[in-house]
């Protein structure tokens, strides 16, 4: 992997999210695009109290930090802006489920944590956690999927790279909403088929995503022709598989 940016490699973490945090404890002025990169993880991170599973070595793991050097003023832009990036070198059927997943039909390639830090009004720099199952593992789940199931044949170092240089090209992304709001729009999970999702006062719905709001809530058009919009963790999809 060529060196243009800071990465520091780990054979195992806890998370990679978490050292990056720790780096920038310790040194509060760390340098754009600084990279954490790690084989296997004992206590990977998902969005809320979802722990991602890996088998060593079979996942491309790295969490990234990113200073913007533009104002963003809405943290779901951050999310549009990632998925933007990845859909830029993964394969065309890979699809981005609101808000964090990356989806391959009802099969779960990947993930996705971003944590942002404000000053005033502004997002300042953001925390970009990703991992992405890139050999099939024994021990993966029923709903997970790999590029190599994909017939990728690439290595987890390339895919890592890969993004990392996407990344890299694409900071001046963030300053065009309106580019990454349809650029988003195409590539949004769940758009072409009626899924089951449960509220959080357990009612369900069958209904298909017809979009996310400004303040990036997910909107769900139902079979009655309604349509509901919804905060994080307020709706659940309903993953036939479990």
């Given at each position: 992997m060529s060196q243009k940016y800071p990465i520091i490699r780990h054979e195992?973490?806890?998370?990679?999210?978490?050292e990056l945090h720790r780096l920038l404890e310790g040194n509060p002025r760390l340098e754009h695009m600084t990279t954490v990169i790690a084989d296997t993880q004992t206590s990977g991170r998902g969005r809320g109290v979802s722990v991602w599973q890996d088998e060593n070595g079979k996942s491309a793991l790295f969490s990234t930090f990113i200073m913007w050097p533009y104002p963003v003023r809405e943290s779901f832009l951050v999310n549009k802006w990632i998925c933007h990036v990845l859909a830029t070198t993964m394969p065309k059927l890979v699809e981005y489920k609101w808000p964090n997943d990356l989806m391959v039909g009802n099969k779960k390639l990947g993930g996705i944590l971003i944590e942002n830090r404000w000053e005033g009004s502004r997002i300042v720099s953001s925390m970009i956690g990703l991992g992405i199952n890139v050999e099939k593992s024994e021990h993966q789940l029923k709903r997970a999927i790999s590029l190599?199931?994909?017939?990728?044949d690439i290595t987890k170092e390339e895919v890592i790279e890969q993004i990392l240089n996407a990344m890299r090209s694409a900071v001046h992304w963030i300053t065009n909403p309106v580019l990454l709001d349809r650029r988003y729009d195409t590539i949004l999970w769940g758009r072409d088929t009626y899924q089951h999702y449960r509220k959080s006062n357990g009612e369900v719905l069958e209904a298909f995503v017809y979009g996310v709001d400004a303040q990036g809530r997910l909107r769900l058009k139902t079979k009655k022709g309604q349509t509901e919009v919804f905060d994080l963790d307020s709706i659940q999809w309903i993953d036939p598989k479990v």
């Open positions: 195992q973490l806890d998370s990679t999210q978490l190599q199931e994909l017939k990728v």
